[in-house]
């Protein structure tokens, strides 16, 4: 059983469209982190979100914090095929756990 | 300040014999985890190391698998008798001691493709 379950485990678009992620548990987390990672390469950490119903913005990428710490949107604004790559949302307890990931296609 | 080292980053390893991979934590970092991920899967948990002490291991197979972060030097990550299914791809991450023990981040290397034959 997954702790932090993602949705959807796949997504193509097109180029220019916009898209949303998910990432949500029945568990409290003190933080939670976005990473993205590439084919060969290991993840790299974008966000951290700290307190309930933050916001954070970076560039076209929008992440959110869910009020009861529990659950976490990534909302991308005109994606570019420069985005593609597998997101990763992972959560602190007493250890650091991954979701499964989002895979995401952006064509050109 | 060097990022998170794995060596090797390619590891091909006959059935039966050992594999040990390497990790070498950012600068200031106490705190290792070690992660396993098969293709176009997200990262399941091993193991949380902390400079001589093993502070979560649910996530390791309860045989041939063991990790150790010693005093001095990086982690290792050694499987013993490796078999098929071992083959993954293995990534370390480090964070530094926390504040409150919660929010601190974690950096990961490049990681090691083990490969058995």
């Known amino acids: 059983t997954q702790l932090l379950e993602q949705s959807p485990q796949f997504l193509s678009i097109q180029e220019g469209e916009n898209l949303t992620v998910y990432c949500n548990s029945s568990?409290?987390?003190?933080?939670l982190q976005w990473y993205r990672q590439e084919p060969g390469e290991g993840p790299v950490l974008l966000v951290t979100?700290?307190?309930?119903?933050e916001v954070k913005k970076l560039k076209r990428l929008t992440f959110q914090f869910g009020d009861a710490r529990k659950d976490s949107s990534l909302h991308i604004t005109a994606a570019q095929p420069g985005d593609t790559g597998l997101y990763l949302c992972?959560?602190?307890?007493?250890?650091?756990?991954f979701g499964a990931g989002t895979i995401l296609r952006v064509k050109s | 300040n060097a990022g998170v080292m794995q060596n090797p980053r390619h590891l091909v390893r006959r059935r039966g014999q050992e594999a040990r991979l390497r990790c070498s934590p950012m600068k200031g970092h106490s705190h290792v985890y070690w992660y396993r991920q098969l293709p176009e899967e997200g990262l399941k948990f091993m193991v949380y190391?902390?400079?001589?002490?093993?502070?979560?291991e649910s996530g390791m197979p309860k045989e041939r698998f063991s990790a150790e972060f010693p005093k001095e030097g990086p982690s290792i990550l050694r499987i013993q008798q490796v078999v098929r299914g071992d083959s993954a791809a293995y990534f370390c991450?480090?964070?530094?001691?926390?504040?409150?023990?919660?929010?601190?981040?974690?950096?990961f290397g490049q990681g090691t493709r083990l490969t058995v034959v």
């Open positions: 991450a480090s964070s530094p001691p926390g504040r409150g023990g919660m929010n601190t981040e974690a950096f």
């Open positions: 190391l902390q400079k001589e002490n093993i502070i979560d």
């Open positions: 992972a959560g602190r307890i007493n250890k650091l756990v």
């Open positions: 979100v700290v307190t309930g119903g």
């Open positions: 568990s409290v987390f003190s933080s």
